[in-house]
Each structure stands twice: as C-alpha cells, then as structure tokens.
C-alpha cells in the first residue's frame, strides 16, 4: 500500500518562496511516477510537475516553468517542490499522488494521493 505524507506549506508573500515535501511510504520512489497537483478554491485540480524518472523528466505545467522545480532524495524516499517567486494565483491546495509507472506523468492514472498542504500566496 502507498501512502503519501505532504508537509511545508503555509504563507507567504507574492514574489516569496516556499518547499513543500512529500513522504512517500511503502514502495521505493523509482517504481512510482510521483507527481504534484493544486487545486484552488472553485477550480478544477490540475497538474504541476511529475517525474517517471526518465531524460524528459520533470514535467512542468507551463504556468510554473522557470519558478517551480521538482527534486527527490532518494535516501529519504521523499520529493519536493521548491516554489519561487510566488503568485497569488498559485494559491491552492497541492497535494502529492502516485501511479504505477507511466511514461509520461501528465497522462498517468493517479490511484494514490496525500492529503494536500495548503500553499497561501498574499499579494
């Protein structure tokens, strides 16, 4: 069973930054596509950026490419998204998920999922 810890949100700033993690409990990171999503109030849930660990990856919503990267520590089977200079559109609810592995993480079928953190940005 997988299960997905997320920590670090909280608020911030327009133009601030922010990491957030995901805890990834049970399986090894490199046998999932792990991937960030948001969803803001009266919006739908969208992607942000995934890794399946491949040369192509991460992937990047465009709204966020050149601000958000995606990293792992394998050692502490965790990955972030470190989130710079910071809007207040990017205020939303991220949360972390994983699939079985996917080539590509933006088409996965996300079966697992944490809880979320909440991301503020104050403009």
């Known amino acids: 069973q997988v299960q997905l810890e997320e920590s670090g949100g909280g608020s911030v700033q327009a133009g601030g930054s922010l990491r957030v993690s995901c805890r990834v409990l049970?399986?090894?990171?490199?046998?999932?596509?792990i991937s960030w999503f948001r969803q803001a109030p009266g919006k739908e849930r969208e992607f942000v950026t995934g890794?399946?660990?491949?040369?192509?990856?991460?992937r990047y919503v465009d709204t966020v490419k050149g601000r958000f990267t995606f990293s792992r520590d394998s050692a502490e089977n965790t990955v972030f998204l470190q989130m710079n200079n910071l809007k207040s559109e990017d205020t939303a609810l991220y949360t972390c998920?994983?699939?079985?592995?996917?080539?590509?993480?933006?088409?996965?079928?996300?079966?697992?999922w944490g809880l979320g953190t909440q991301v503020t940005v104050s403009s």
């Open positions: 890794s399946s660990w491949t040369a192509e990856d991460p």
């Open positions: 998920a994983a699939a079985h592995w996917t080539l590509d993480p933006r088409s996965a079928d996300y079966k697992f």
């Open positions: 049970g399986v090894p990171l490199g046998y999932y596509t």
